[in-house]
């Protein structure tokens, strides 16, 4: 998957890239900011979707589609499709303009909207990636989790850089028996939930 990355995939991420890394230090307001995951990351999170159990394969915050583009490879390489949700208008629009210009329309599809609202429409879940606002996590983790499949993997982003304000959600993943779950000290803490 790392070493044959396409030239339109890879364009678009160094592009992501800097723009992400441009927000982080000149001031741009925190909704404007693409606030997406760093490459190490994105390469755990394509492994891991890529040994996920048989099932639908989502994401809940797309921003500008840098982590979709990951997790297209991994969706690429057997044969999957990504679903990502976004809510806001001029993020999902520079996240359709990503899948454009990367030529991974086929393989992404964007749902613009509040992940909430379609979530309980979605069947057997094999792998969700979970990086929205920190105050939806328990929630988004209340709908998912009865969805996946047994081995089915739920990523949440912010684990460790946002450990104080997710403490009541990580606390309740780490003791629910549906789960095995584990904090994972890669970019900014990646909580893994397999379920049992
Ligand atoms: C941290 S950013 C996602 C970064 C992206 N995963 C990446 O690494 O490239 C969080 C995104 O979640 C979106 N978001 C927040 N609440 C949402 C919701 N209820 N449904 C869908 N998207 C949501 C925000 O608009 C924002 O673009």
Redesign the pocket.
Known sequence: MFLTIRPSILSRMHE?EQIDARDRGDGTPR?QR????PPD??RFLALLAASSPAGECI??????????LWLALACELVGRKLRT????PE?ARMARETFRVAQVESIVELVE????QHLWQRGEVGFC?L???KE?YEECYDLVVPKLVPGGLLVA?NAISHAEALKPALDRAQADTRVDALVVPIGKGELVCRKI
Do not use: C, M, N
């Open positions: 992501l909704l693409l606030r997406q995951i990351t994105g994401e809940i915050g797309t921003s500008a589609g840098y982590s979709s949700f976004e809510v806001l993020k909207g509040d992940a909430r990636f990086d929205a606002e939806i982003d």
